[in-house]
């Protein structure tokens, strides 16, 4: 990305910006320092929340939240799961990583297979989306 470190790291440390670039996301509530709730839109149109916890913030470096999935739709396919953003100098810009972990609940090597796909999906089409807000 053209931007530096601490230009994206505005948009990726503030959870009200995740509507702008990070896929199904609607909108965000309930947002403070450690918490933040993404409303989602499914493949069939309805809302599902999704609440989470920062793990981890420094500035302009790393950013690392965890999904609570613990009496969630998502606890009967989750275990955990864990988002980390990594900015690093690159040049005059900055090279982003995104990183994915989740682990699952009661899924097939083959299912394993697919969610590993969609998170790719789904990393790729954020970093695409960050990298439109801060030029390529």
């Known amino acids: ?54 793990v981890e913030s420094r500035a302009p470096e790393v950013r690392r939240w965890i ?10 396919l989750l275990r955990s799961a864990e988002t980390e953003l990594r900015l690093e100098r690159d040049g005059d810009g900055t090279r982003v990583t995104v990183t994915l972990s989740q682990r699952l609940r009661g899924v097939g090597a083959f299912g394993a297979f ?14 695409e989306r960050l990298g439109r807000l801060h030029g390529h």
């Not at 999904?67 to 009967?76: L, T």
């Not at 697919?114 to 970093?127: G, P, Q, S, W």
């Open 1 to 54: 990305m053209d931007a530096t470190p601490e230009q994206v790291w505005r948009t990726v440390c503030d959870p009200h910006h995740l509507p702008r670039w990070w896929p199904r996301v609607q909108r965000v509530e309930g947002v403070d320092r450690e918490h933040f709730t993404e409303v989602l839109s499914t493949d069939k149109g309805r809302s599902i929340r999704a609440d989470f916890r920062v």
């Open 67 to 76: 999904q609570e999935v613990e009496g969630s739709p998502f606890e009967r």
């Open 114 to 127: 697919m969610v590993r796909r969609a998170n790719r999906r789904v990393a790729d089409e954020a970093l």
